[in-house]
């Protein structure tokens, strides 16, 4: 392992808080590459930082950092440790012996992406190649990235060097392309009769089940119900679920029938603050079903930071009860709902991301773009229309549909006159 443990251009982690000497052609080896850089990191003074500070690399993971969404922050993170994991596995690039990812991976990243304009790019375009078609588990199988992961990761590096290159630490930005990718290759999401035959599973079972007593299996049952109601019903995203509060559902009682209706608040993609959404009335009652039964059992939500009272969707296995259920578990969910459609005969390739796609059709085939961009809460409609696609085709099928209860109707109306004539 490395011997020599200073990051360049980085305070390391528990150092003195005396003035930093200033850093000048350092040279970084390890056992199997040796790289010379010149980072100079500016001298300061152990009284309080003055506006003339020149920016330090920490200044821009800072700035890279701040203001951004966890799940954005989650994608920062997984995009400079695989990309430490590329260098490790093909430039022979070894961790440092107290390396923790959460506290170094950015700073050893930036690091390595500020040692040269074509260096940079040389790096960045063998890491798409590595995770396109080398990168593997440990045990050699294969491990590969679809390209539009690929995208969102490369386009962390690039946000990275950005902020390098406006603070003035570098004077270049990363050039290389990143892959090319066809956005929404199915919008129709899976068959109405997949759709059906789930929610509908999920009445059966919820009533086959001992009335009035809340068991793992009936909070499961509830959990998920509500979760696949917000998909389909109201379009949202895995992303929007997970990260909704129970402050963040705002149910409302009407006072005729005492139907449960309102709205949840969701943080969208790409904003900066929760807006009203308003999933369906069938979707509200699921969710209030579910909070029902787990505010009921005091093991479902933790105390501390996790509860009680805080992430409306929590996990329901051994190992994570009451955490936050993240994107990941969502997956889970969805696996479990695919099983169920195999198992009922309507099986159906099913995502997460599918039944809001679903969802947005069916409002655009119905509404017309404008209500659909609307309820999908896209900014720009042109993201819309990529929809209009799959609806072509359904219009396709419609019009054969249409031209058959035709050809039915007048072959009725001629055997009616046919009988009435004398």
């Known amino acids: 392992m490395r011997s020599d443990k200073t990051h360049t251009g980085f305070e390391a982690p528990g150092a003195s808080s005396e003035a930093a000497p200033v850093v000048t052609n350092t040279t970084v080896t390890n056992t199997e590459s040796l790289v010379t850089t010149s980072l100079v990191q500016p001298t300061r003074s152990n009284g309080p930082a003055s506006d003339d500070d020149d920016p330090t690399p920490t200044d821009v993971l800072k700035s890279w950092r701040q203001g951004k969404k966890p799940t954005t922050l989650d994608t920062y993170q997984y995009a400079t440790e695989y990309f430490l994991d590329y260098l490790h596995t093909k430039h022979g690039w070894r961790y440092p012996d107290d390396y923790d990812p959460r506290r170094d991976a950015g700073q050893l990243a930036l690091t390595d992406l500020m040692r040269g304009h074509g260096r940079t790019n040389a790096r960045v375009i063998g890491y798409m190649h590595w995770l396109q078609h ?39 930005r990363i050039d290389a392309r990143s892959p090319k990718v066809t956005k929404y290759r199915d919008t129709a999401g899976p068959p109405s009769a997949t759709i059906a035959s789930l929610l509908d599973y999920y009445e059966q079972a919820l009533a086959a089940l001992p009335p009035n007593v809340i068991s793992r299996r009936r909070l ?203």
């Open 134 to 172: 080398e990168r593997a588990h440990p045990d050699g199988s294969p491990r590969t990235v679809r390209d539009a992961t690929v995208s969102i990761y490369v386009a962390a590096l690039r946000s990275l060097v950005h902020a390098a290159n406006l603070l003035g630490l570098i004077s270049w």
């Open 220 to 422: 499961r049952l509830l959990r998920d119900r509500a979760i696949l109601r917000l998909m389909v019903n109201g379009g949202v995203r895995r992303g929007e679920i997970v990260s909704l509060d129970v402050k963040h559902i705002d149910f409302k009682t009407t006072p005729t029938d005492s139907k449960i209706t309102g709205g949840v608040w969701l943080l969208g993609k790409g904003r900066r603050e929760r807006s009203l959404h308003q999933p369906g009335d069938r979707a509200m009652a699921a969710i209030h079903d579910w909070l029902t039964a787990a505010e009921a059992t005091s093991v479902v939500f933790k105390l501390g930071d996790r509860g009680p009272k805080t992430a409306a969707f929590v996990a329901l296995d051994n190992a994570h009860l009451g955490d936050r259920l993240d994107p990941g578990g969502v997956y889970f969910v969805t696996d479990g709902l695919k099983a169920v459609a195999d198992e009922r005969g309507t099986g159906a390739p099913l995502r997460p991301h599918g039944f809001r796609h679903w969802a947005v059709t069916q409002v655009a085939s119905r509404r017309g773009i404008q209500e659909a961009a609307a309820f999908a809460r896209h900014t720009n409609t042109a993201v819309t229309l990529r929809y209009i696609d799959n609806l072509n085709v359904r219009a396709a099928e419609g019009a054969q549909a249409v031209e058959a209860a035709t050809d039915e109707a007048v072959a009725l109306f001629l055997l009616t006159r046919k009988q009435n004539s004398p």
